[in-house]
């Protein structure tokens, strides 16, 4: 069916930029060949399918050792929200939004992960299958006393993915550090976040109402491959107790 309404557009645009208009026409049923537009359609895809084979297949940077994605904290969630972080907080700054490290944080979903990076060399296709979502980078200010309901989300969904945050759990009790002092003493805090989740997405309802919000444009997965591309080569992204479960 497919291959039908591409040929029948090609046909349709091939009338309808004539200058020339019908004055009349007849019109019958004529038994299309699957072959003759199975070859049609082909020759225009195919141009289109080489070009994009290749850019999936470009070398984009390398990594050492194989980075895997799971709770409540993986090499591979650190390296996808630390670098998240570092792109978002770059805008916040430019833009006047937050210059504070100690009061501006990421957090990010398991759920948006969506496989693992091999060791050896690292391509764009393999970072389209990572990120195959068009998610982008939004920063949202929430006010401090919203973190308790951070920590228990972060306590229920045993961990999500976080940079410059780090979190200590308990059914009884929450702590958490922020930043390089280990706590913000503004009235308000900067999350990092996709635009999926400060829509409420993953039931990140705490989002959802921010007191501002800026939309970056951003997409996150074409900040993951400049900076592959920028750096070559990923660092080993070790275990670093972000969250503690107990």
């Known amino acids: 069916m497919f ?26 049923n004529t038994k299309l060949d699957n072959s003759v537009s199975v070859h049609a359609v082909d020759s225009i895809v195919l141009p289109y399918r080489k070009a994009m084979t290749a850019q999936m297949a470009e070398v984009i940077g390398y990594t050492d050792s194989a980075l895997f994605s799971y709770a409540p904290e993986s090499p591979l969630s650190n390296f996808v ?12 700054k430019s833009n006047s939004i937050c210059t504070d490290s100690n009061d501006i944080f990421c957090l990010l979903n398991f759920g948006g992960i969506r496989t693992s990076l091999n060791q050896g060399e690292i391509t764009r296709g393999e970072i389209y299958e990572l990120m195959p979502f068009d998610n982008s980078i939004v920063i949202v200010e929430i006010t401090s006393d919203s973190l308790d309901g951070i920590l228990d989300y972060l306590y229920r969904m045993n961990g999500q993915p976080l940079s410059n945050f780090s979190a200590r759990l308990s059914a009884s009790s929450n702590g958490f550090s922020l930043g390089p002092n280990g706590k913000s003493n503004s009235e308000f805090v900067y999350v990092i976040t996709s635009d999926y989740l400060a829509g409420g997405g993953d039931k990140m309802t705490f989002l ?35 969250i503690v479960i107990n």
């Open 3 to 28: 291959r039908f309404l591409i040929f029948g557009s090609i046909v349709f645009l091939t009338f309808t930029s004539c200058e020339t208009q019908l004055s009349s026409y007849s019109s019958g």
């Open 81 to 92: 929200a630390d670098v998240i972080f570092e792109t978002g907080f770059e805008y916040a």
């Open 208 to 242: 959802q109402n921010p007191s501002q919000r800026w939309d970056t444009g951003i997409l996150i997965r074409e900040c993951l491959i400049s900076y592959i591309q920028e750096k070559k080569k990923i660092p080993y992204y070790p275990i670093e107790n972000r």
